[in-house]
């Protein structure tokens, strides 16, 4: 399946396509496109759309899009759910101080984005920074915090 967001990925344009492609669509293909294409990219190609402006997978009552996708999938895994409060807390600046790790999520996908300027390299980099940070957070859930 194909899945359309913004181009120049950050926090939650990466935190979302590591959540589909690790629990959602094995298969995905991710497609990044400058904002104004992304109705036109969705009526052409059939992809699925996140984390932008007006789109069921976006930003909805205080929600980040992975904590979107995680509600439209049912996912509720607990260290997918601690996952979550970090990324929301990294993704949404009012909040970057909700999850001590947030700031260093959000140094991290600076860093990234500046040493791989190409999305679908950046991705394929930070992938392992959220496998490495999901298990984390399944480590940190069976100690109880």
Same mark, same amino acid.
């Given at each position: 399946?194909?899945?359309?967001?913004?181009?120049?990925? @950050?926090?939650? =344009?990466?935190?979302?396509?590591?959540?589909?492609? $690790?629990?959602?669509?094995?298969?995905?293909?991710?497609?990044?496109?400058?904002?104004?294409?992304?109705? =036109?990219v969705? $009526?052409?190609?059939?992809?699925?759309?996140?984390?932008a402006?007006?789109?069921? +997978?976006?930003?909805?009552?205080?929600?980040?899009?992975?904590?979107?996708?995680?509600?439209?999938? #049912?996912?509720?895994?607990?260290?997918?759910? =601690? +996952?979550?409060?970090?990324? @929301?807390?990294? #993704?949404?600046?009012?909040?970057?101080? %909700?999850?001590?790790? %947030?700031?260093?999520?959000? %140094?991290?996908?600076?860093?990234?984005?500046?040493?791989?300027?190409?999305?679908?390299?950046?991705?394929? @980099?930070?992938?392992?920074?959220? #496998?490495g940070?999901?298990?984390?957070? $399944? +480590?940190?859930v069976?100690?109880?915090?």
């Amino acid at each position: 399946m194909k899945w359309v967001t913004r181009s120049h990925i @950050h926090v939650d =344009r990466v935190a979302c396509p590591w959540l589909i492609a $690790r629990f959602v669509d094995s298969d995905a293909e991710f497609l990044f496109v400058p904002k104004s294409e992304i109705d =036109r990219v969705v $009526r052409d190609t059939g992809a699925t759309a996140f984390d932008a402006p007006g789109v069921e +997978l976006g930003h909805h009552e205080g929600r980040c899009s992975f904590e979107s996708i995680l509600a439209k999938y #049912d996912l509720k895994e607990p260290a997918l759910l =601690r +996952l979550a409060k970090i990324v @929301h807390a990294a #993704d949404i600046e009012a909040d970057a101080s %909700a999850d001590p790790i %947030a700031v260093g999520l959000e %140094a991290i996908a600076t860093g990234y984005s500046l040493r791989f300027p190409d999305d679908f390299e950046n991705l394929q @980099h930070q992938f392992e920074v959220y #496998d490495g940070l999901y298990a984390w957070c $399944r +480590l940190q859930v069976t100690k109880g915090q």
